[in-house]
């Protein structure tokens, strides 16, 4: 896979996020972008008035110390420069998770469901179902992976359409677990015995790689994940052929193949 079409796979000096390709990751980079400038320069005022203070109101340059305990103005002014900080914080951060919780009508509906260690996945309406385990070095190039996929590649994909609304639920059958794409700007909890869901539009196509992301046991660095982002044809191609494998008596679905 041509690496402009990968996202995901480790950087040499990298210290950039992933390639944003939905609506979802690309707020998320711009708030932490956002944040990073107001608390720099929060952070450099107050360098500066910790100097000043040092050199103006050392005892040398202030032989005779102030006898006042406060000063109303000033007390008023370091309280509600905070709370306007914090407002000005809010009303991006608000409008994001709103972004992130309400799931638009879907255009495909995927259940991914964590175990120790890998991923299984549904997609109920058309009624496939496969698991999804991390790959040895030695099965990478059957698979059409190279080495710098190692440890990120997985015998199975997820495909999905681009420019669709994916719903995807998650639960687990034994600890929680984390469905997590970067590039997406997805991460959601599995959680035994409950439902999770999240959402995702990626507008590029290609694969896409994502990690467990919540600490599940020994091996819980390796049960990455792989998004493959592909044209609505191919889409439709990819599903009859699973249709057909899960079905292989059906003669129209082979045919379709």
């Not at 929060?42 to 360098?47: A, G, K, Q, S």
């Not at 005779?64 to 914090?86: D, Q, R, Y």
């Not at 599995?190 to 539009?201: H, S, V």
Request: proline share 5%; with cysteine; charged share 20%.
């Amino acid at each position: 896979m041509a690496s402009e079409d990968v996202a995901g796979r480790p950087v040499d000096k990298g210290i950039n996020f992933q390639r944003p390709v939905t609506e979802v990751a690309r707020d998320l980079q711009w708030m932490d972008g956002f944040l990073l400038a107001i608390i720099t320069a929060i952070t450099l005022l107050v360098m500066a008035l910790l100097v000043i203070c040092i050199f103006r109101f050392n005892r040398q340059a202030n032989p005779k110390p102030a006898t006042f305990t406060h000063n109303a103005v000033l007390e008023v002014v370091w309280t509600g420069i905070p709370v306007l900080i914090l407002v000005i914080f809010a009303i991006p951060s608000l409008r994001l998770l709103f972004l992130q919780l309400d799931v638009p009508e879907p255009d495909l509906t995927i259940k991914a469901t964590g175990s120790q260690w890998y991923w299984s996945y549904e997609y109920p309406e058309q009624e496939i179902e496969f698991d999804s385990v991390m790959l040895l070095k030695e099965e990478l190039a059957e698979y059409g992976y190279g080495e710098e996929d190692f440890l990120l590649a997985t015998d199975t994909k997820v495909v999905v359409p681009v420019d669709a609304v994916v719903h995807v639920l998650t639960t687990a059958t034994d600890v929680i677990h984390a469905w997590t794409i970067p590039s997406f700007g997805s991460k959601i909890d599995a959680i035994p015995g409950r439902m999770n869901e999240t959402w995702f539009k990626a507008e590029e196509v290609g694969s896409y790689f994502g990690q467990c992301s919540e600490l599940c046991g020994k091996d819980h660095a390796y049960m990455p994940i792989v998004v493959e982002v592909v044209s609505q044809a191919d889409f439709d191609a990819w599903v009859a052929t699973e249709q057909a494998k899960l079905d292989p008596g059906n003669t129209e679905l082979a045919a379709a193949d």
